[in-house]
């Protein structure tokens, strides 16, 4: 690639190095390695490597140390730091049919008549408390389910609307399910009155339960028709209704199926500038002011908040490779998570914005982890909910773009991203944003690392694995001035064998956050190999992309990433964070 930018390399910090840690107290030296690889010393280095990972992974310090059980530290089904208490389990039948018809005008597969048929009967089952439990259909279920119905009916083309199978069964389940379903389910179903064969005077006639559900009712009937909601609606309804509130008889409460049916409702619309800004932008004074850190230049990620459980998960590594030369990282994120990650170490993940700030100006840290949970209560009181819906909303689009700490210097987003046609949306979003620079990455699963695998010769059609888009500025006004910045565009595919990358498959974790830790250690204390190299792409390419001081050449940029990994640096910062983080208040 050829360098756009030109800048000097400053030097790397080189803090002295931590003698323990907050890990364990029956390992206290396991950091004092020699800082460079001498020969004589490889025996030694990797022997302090595997009492590092062993002291970490100790599987009887679990419960002890991190608060996690062996079987959800290693095999979590769901982020058990990303799931509410008390956690309903969706009924799996209506699950599977969400899954076909709760999404875009081009993606929906349209219900076999068996398959109507018994999704149908399953929810009439349900209403009429024959099914207990999780095979129980929730409300939530119920709401997305015909929501897309009515969207698919009304709006999308012929190939994605309804089967003649899915008309034979609701022909044959309708008059049996309009006696038995609530009305705002009803209303879902057959707003208008004109879907259904058998009509209903429900569904013309609703208009919710106090103030909050009519404003959300008449949003609805606008998504339900396929149509679109301008900024100032769509924020007066989120604003409105969260956080969800579950205590029911209150005036406040809205029902879970509108909610549910507005979320997955205008995604299936694919949603507009606007409505996405509305998102993003909806609760970003919900705790009050955002802190500011004073740092020179500050790059926010934001991972999937579901998914990518399959493969090495190296953002957290990365970020504290950046540290080591004045590049702070601020995380969020779900699925096999930073925060689990963090917990499994012995890290505190109950960290506020204010905390977060703290940690980013502290010299011998410099990255931080944000958990939705302490920064969006509102968003996160959606965690459930957006399990029953199944199909992502477009708040997994708005999420990933989140300012939880600013910066008085130079700021960042780095986001990743699965689908096709959502890089410019979240580009968009990022300079909505205001920050400097923006880079969104199609990483495996959706995640946001660049691999150094070979694209397989079956790979699906689209934009491939390591692909980037993004911009930067020319110039470096304050991170708060959105006008009249000069910015540079482009768009590429990162061939990691270009710059000297041996082809590797990237290691697997499949959901077991504690092999996900081996690798990332292991890497750190210098072992070569996959999970080291991927480390070094993504920080040095992160650095080189952005536009960040010193990495205007590649090559240079992702030596750096190496000087950090070699020198015992970007450890020593990881192993900071964990007891640092304990203290801070």
Known sequence: ???????????????????????????????????????????????????????????????????????????????????????????????????????????????????????????????????KDEEQVSKAQLGAFFAAMTIRANAFPEPTQWSEGERRAMDAYWPHLVRTLPSDIIFLADPEGSIMRLGSSIGPQYVGNGSYEMRLVGALREILAGGHLGYEEVQGVLKEVLPLKLEHGTPDVVSESLLSAFLIGQRMNRETDRELKAYCLAFDDELGPVPVADVSSLTHYGEPYDGNTRFFRSTLFVAAVRSCYNEASLLHGGGITEEQMLKFMGANTNITPLQAKKLLEDEAVGFAYVSQRDARPSLYSLIEMREHIKKRPSLATTEKVQQFVRATGKEAIVAGFYHEGYEEPLLMLMRRRGVQAGLV?????????????????????????????????????????????????????????????????????????????????????????????????????????????????????????????????????????????????
Do not use: W
């Open 441 to 585: 990455v199609k990483g495996e699963e959706g995640a946001l690392s660049m691999t150094t695998r070979l694209r397989s010769v079956n790979a699906s059609k689209g934009l491939p694995v390591n692909y980037c888009s993004g911009f930067r500025s020319l110039n470096t006004p304050s991170a708060y001035d959105v006008d009249g910045v000069s910015r540079e565009n482009f768009s590429l595919i990162v061939d990691a064998k270009e710059y000297g990358f041996e082809p590797l498959e990237t290691p697997r974790t499949d959901r077991s956050v504690s092999k996900n830790i081996e690798l990332g250690l292991a890497a750190l204390h210098g072992e070569k190999g996959p999970a080291y190299d991927r480390i070094v792409l993504n920080a040095g390419m992160a650095d080189h992309l952005l536009g960040c001081k010193g990495a205007q050449d590649v090559s240079t940029a992702l030596d750096r990433a190496r000087d950090a990994i070699d020198s015992g640096n970007a450890l020593n910062r990881l192993m900071n964070y964990i007891k640092i983080s304990q203290k801070v208040k």
């Open 1 to 131: 690639m050829k360098s756009l930018l030109h800048n000097t390399i400053p030097s790397i910090n080189n803090p002295s190095r931590i003698k323990t840690s907050s890990i364990e107290s029956h390992n206290r030296s396991y950091l004092q390695f020699p800082p460079t690889i001498d020969p004589k010393c490889l025996l030694y280095r990797q022997r302090r490597r595997q009492l590092t990972i062993k002291a970490v992974l100790n599987s009887a310090s679990i419960d002890q140390y991190f608060g996690l059980t062996e079987s959800d530290a290693r095999n979590p089904t769901l982020s058990t730091t990303f799931r509410r208490p008390r956690h309903r389990e969706p009924n799996k039948t209506v699950l599977e049919a969400q899954t076909r018809v709760c999404t875009g005008p081009t993606q929906t597969k349209p219900l076999t008549e068996e398959q109507a048929f018994k999704v149908l009967d399953t929810m009439l089952r349900s209403a009429k408390g024959e099914l």
